[in-house]
C-alpha cells in the first residue's frame, strides 16, 4: 500500500520564516493589544510575550520602538484612524484591527525608515493573520486613505 501523502508534502513549497521584522511587529501587536485589552504595563507584557517566544534580543529590540512610539504618539495616530474610518468610532474598532493600525501609522509617520508600501503590506498580512473575516480589506482602507491624505507623496501606486 502506497501512501502519497509523503511525497506531496515534500513538494508543496513551505511559507519563509518569519523575518526580524515581521516577528518584531507580531510581538508588538500583542503588547498593544494586551495593554489596550486587560490595561497591563507594556514593559512588562513585551518582557513576559517575549520570553515566551524566545525572542531574539533584535526582534524584542524592534517591537520595543514601535510600542513606546505608538504609546508615545497614540493621540495623533487615534485621530489619524479617527479621520480615515469615519464609520467606526475608534471603540468600535477591534482592539486587534486597532493596533494594527496604530502600527502601521507609527510606521507611516515623517522620516521613518519604513517604505509605506511595507509598512501597508506588513499591516494587511497581521490583519490577515490575527483579525476577522473582512480585518485586511478594513486595514488596507484606512491605510491606504491616511496615506493618501496625510502623506500624498507617498502614497501607493497600487
Given amino acids: 500500500m502506497n501512501d502519497p501523502a509523503p511525497?506531496?508534502?515534500?513538494t508543496r513549497p513551505q511559507k519563509p520564516a518569519p523575518t526580524r521584522q515581521r516577528r518584531g511587529r507580531i510581538l508588538a501587536l500583542q503588547v498593544l493589544f494586551e495593554a489596550d485589552v486587560?490595561?497591563?504595563?507594556?514593559e512588562q507584557a513585551l518582557r513576559a510575550h517575549a520570553e515566551a517566544v524566545h525572542a531574539p534580543k533584535a526582534v524584542a529590540a524592534f517591537a520595543e520602538e514601535r510600542v513606546a512610539g505608538v504609546?508615545?504618539?497614540?493621540?495623533?495616530?487615534?485621530?489619524?484612524?479617527?479621520r480615515h474610518a469615519t464609520a467606526w468610532p475608534?471603540?468600535?474598532?477591534?482592539?486587534?484591527d486597532r493596533n494594527i493600525l496604530r502600527i502601521a501609522l507609527y510606521e507611516l509617520?515623517?522620516?521613518?525608515?519604513?517604505p509605506p508600501k511595507v509598512a501597508i503590506n506588513e499591516a494587511?498580512?497581521?490583519a490577515k493573520e490575527f483579525g476577522g473575516e473582512?480585518?485586511?480589506?478594513?486595514?488596507?482602507?484606512?491605510?491606504?486613505?491616511?496615506?493618501?491624505d496625510e502623506h500624498p507623496q507617498q502614497a501607493p501606486t497600487a
Fill in 7 to 10: 511525497a506531496q508534502a515534500a
Fill in 38 to 42: 486587560a490595561g497591563h504595563g507594556w
Fill in 71 to 82: 504609546l508615545e504618539a497614540m493621540a495623533d495616530i487615534d485621530e489619524v484612524i479617527r
Fill in 90 to 96: 475608534l471603540d468600535q474598532v477591534s482592539a486587534v
Fill in 109 to 114: 509617520r515623517p522620516g521613518s525608515p519604513t
Fill in 124 to 126: 494587511v498580512e497581521l
Fill in 134 to 148: 473582512g480585518s485586511s480589506r478594513f486595514v488596507n482602507g484606512v491605510l491606504g486613505a491616511a496615506v493618501g
